[in-house]
């Protein structure tokens, strides 16, 4: 099991950028494949983005391509997702994932065995 913690959420104009931060502890960290998704309010769950246990994979929405990286330091048991031009539509509680196992190209969230209690990005117009 993988413990997960997000930060660096916040209210930004549109046009704007943020940096979410999530520290992992528990099983290795550098073997598991990481994601993040979000959700607003009366909305189902999104999958936003996903990166491979290495870093050198990524696959995202396309709702967010070209705007958010996802990115990872595994000596710092820490993934991240910089976000930028930032829409009023992007406005929703993001949480990150690990995923349980197996190859880590997914989008569902039903692969990802532990979530973090998520971060509020609200964003102005």
């Known amino acids: 099991q993988v413990q997960l913690v997000e930060s660096g959420g916040g209210l930004v104009q549109a046009g704007g950028s943020l940096r979410l931060s999530c520290a992992a502890s528990?099983?290795?960290?550098?073997?598991?494949?990481m994601g993040w998704f979000r959700q607003a309010p009366g909305k189902e769950r999104e999958f936003v983005a996903v990166i491979s246990s290495s870093g050198g994979t990524a696959y995202y929405a396309d709702s967010v391509k070209g705007r958010f990286t996802i990115s990872r330091d595994n000596a710092k048991n820490t993934v991240y997702l910089q976000m930028n031009s930032l829409k009023p539509e992007d406005t929703a509680s993001y949480y990150c994932a690990a995923k349980s196992s197996g190859s880590w190209f997914t989008t569902a969230g039903a692969d990802f065995g532990s979530w973090g209690q998520g971060t509020q990005v609200t964003v102005s117009s």
């Open positions: 528990g099983r290795a960290f550098s073997t598991t494949a």
